[in-house]
């Protein structure tokens, strides 16, 4: 028995050198039976077959379609290996498939080939599993992947071979009727900086933190990460350093707006400087002294301060950051 898992109870071939077809076969019968010497013989006796219908000169100038150095073997000589199991391969395409074609689940197994890559598709009780040996171990298939699987193979240009006739029995076929492969959920991802301090921000402005955060606390999340990765390259952990954080954040985001509203007012200003500026030198005389009056419309064209808005929403930044600091003390 292999353990409380049922998976590990499936026999599973990693992939060496070109070695596919091998392992395809041993995953198909879930058992370490064929290896390169065999499938070579098996290559071997097919090529001689070739040359005795076909004649010595019809072929010797080719090299053997059957095999090759890498290892690779052919759709011919992985269907006569499986002989020795009464099974048979027939190409899903193949008007007689029509039916597997339609509904694969019905099929036991299937092979599926692309150029010189073999890998299978094959059912262990009631659950379907892909068994390629260049992924690290089986595959749980869901009936309706099964399906879309087969399909999306094709369309890359696979060649998919429904495997006809009965398996030979196994272990994993028994014990996974009993227990199933249940599914195991994946791994969270762990949340980044901004992510992290998103979530932060809203709990102490009092939202939750799966609601939608606004403009305002956003903008204070990511001044808070961008600080942070900029200062200490890693997530602040302490509840001392991240109050600290808060506050910069708040300042950083607070001179943005700031910055924000004073450039179209500093605009503004000067282009009245400029404009009274422009009306004084035609309406005064080149010798003239300035008047009391011009001194006094001079002065009243200057930027002005930052505006209401800008102080209103500093005040409550802050208001809010201190309230729920206490609440959390």
């Not at 969270?188 to 933190?209: A, I, N, T």
């Not at 509203?261 to 200003?269: E, F, I, S, V, W």
Request: hydrophobic share 35%.
């Amino acid at each position: 028995m292999s353990g409380d898992d049922p998976i590990r109870s499936i026999i599973f071939e990693r992939q060496e050198a070109a070695l596919c077809a091998q392992h395809a076969l041993n995953m198909l019968i879930q058992d370490h039976v064929f290896n390169y010497e065999s499938l070579t013989m098996v290559a071997t006796q097919m090529d001689l077959l070739e040359r005795s219908l076909l004649g010595e000169n019809a072929i010797a100038a080719r090299p053997s379609e059957n095999m090759n150095a890498s290892g690779f073997f052919s759709i011919q000589v992985i269907q006569k290996a499986l002989e020795a199991y009464s099974l048979q391969l027939v190409n899903i395409e193949h008007p007689s498939m029509a039916e597997y074609k339609a509904n694969p689940i019905i099929g036991r197994a299937y092979i599926c080939n692309l150029r010189e890559h073999w890998f299978v598709i094959r059912r262990f009780g009631n659950q379907w599993f892909e068994l390629n040996s260049v992924k690290t171990g089986p595959r749980l298939l869901t009936n309706t992947y099964v399906h879309e699987y087969l399909h999306q193979l094709s369309a890359e240009g696979y060649s998919t071979f429904v495997v006809q006739g009965e398996l030979p029995a196994s272990e994993a076929d028994q014990f996974i009727t009993l227990c199933p492969v249940v599914l195991k959920p994946s791994p969270k991802k762990e949340l980044g900086p901004v992510e992290k301090f998103v979530k932060s921000v809203g709990r102490r402005l009092g939202g939750s933190s799966d609601s939608r955060d606004s403009p305002e606390e956003r903008e204070l999340a990511i001044a808070m990460a961008m600080s942070m990765e900029t200062n200490s390259g890693s997530v602040v952990n302490s509840e001392e350093s991240e109050d600290a954080m808060l506050k910069k954040a708040i300042e950083m985001s607070l001179e943005k707006v700031s910055e924000a509203h004073t450039a179209p007012d500093a605009a503004n200003g000067q282009e009245l400087a400029t404009s009274s500026e422009a009306t004084e030198m035609m309406e005064t005389p080149i010798l003239s002294e300035p008047t009391p009056s011009d001194t006094s419309s001079s002065e009243s064209s200057t930027p002005r301060d930052l505006n209401e808005e800008v102080r209103r929403k500093r005040e409550k930044l802050m208001q809010q950051a201190e309230k729920k600091k206490e609440e959390t003390e």
